[in-house]
């Protein structure tokens, strides 16, 4: 069965603390891994496509990386606006497959 | 550019009763989704649609949700009648190809059903 588990659940870090998000997906025939960003009573907001393991993206303080198994957001030197909840999705055959999220919360 | 709308932004009603949220996607934009997300989970896929045609309603539960998308441009989603399991975030998004390109989702609806 298609799944899609990140981790941790919750993550508070100190402003300027980096860190990384984990998102690991078993799916067949992987098509892309997508990063959102959803912040409270709002919408996902698109961040990242990674299509193949190895690739990376970078937006501000944000990377995004693809393995075989598992995609990381790596989050550097992070300010209090950084706080949201991060969402991952595998897209298998079409069908895009999301994770719970990961709630970040940046303390000033 | 607008972005996704979603009306109404919140509501609150009784079981049994029938409720409608309707979505106005981007301008241009052939595939329009609605979603429903659980609080601390990810959103789940309930009817996909390419223009006019519903590409993907497997998980639409049919014998309460109905959804159209008349002239292919914004959407209605209904629930009739609705059930106190139905209390949920319903977002809307779309995307300017098909089959999961980059999508834009609206604000959402906050239903509450009691």
């Known amino acids: 069965e298609d799944q899609v588990t990140q981790s941790p659940e919750a993550l508070r870090l100190q402003e300027g603390e980096s860190s990384s998000l984990n998102c690991s997906y078993t799916?067949?025939?992987?098509?892309?891994l997508f990063w959102y960003r959803q912040d409270p009573g709002k919408g996902p907001e698109f961040l990242f496509t990674l299509y193949s393991a190895g690739e990376e993206k970078e937006k501000e303080r944000l990377k995004a990386t693809l393995t075989k198994k598992e995609s990381f957001l790596h989050i550097t030197a992070p300010k209090p606006e950084d706080s949201a909840t991060y969402l991952c999705?595998?897209?298998?055959?079409?069908?895009?497959?999301w994770g719970a999220g990961t709630k970040l919360i940046i303390k000033p | 550019e607008a972005g996704v709308v979603q009306s109404p932004r919140y509501k609150i009603i009784e079981k049994k009763q029938p409720v409608a949220f309707w979505c106005n996607p981007i301008?241009?934009?052939?595939?329009l989704y609605w979603y429903r997300q659980n609080l601390g989970q990810g959103p789940e896929l309930l009817i996909r649609?390419?223009?006019?045609?519903?590409?993907?309603d497997s998980q639409l539960p049919k014998d309460r949700f109905s959804a159209e998308r008349l002239k292919g441009v914004d959407s209605t989603l209904k629930i009739q009648p609705a059930e106190l399991g139905d209390s949920a975030v319903y977002l809307c998004?779309?995307?300017?190809?098909?089959?999961?390109?980059?999508?834009?989702f609206g604000p959402g609806t906050r239903l509450t059903v009691t």
């Open positions: 999705a595998a897209d298998s055959n079409y069908q895009l497959i």
């Open positions: 998004a779309s995307s300017p190809q098909g089959e999961n390109y980059e999508q834009y």
């Open positions: 649609y390419e223009n006019e045609e519903a590409v993907d």
């Open positions: 301008s241009g934009h052939n595939t």
């Open positions: 799916v067949s025939g992987l098509r892309g």
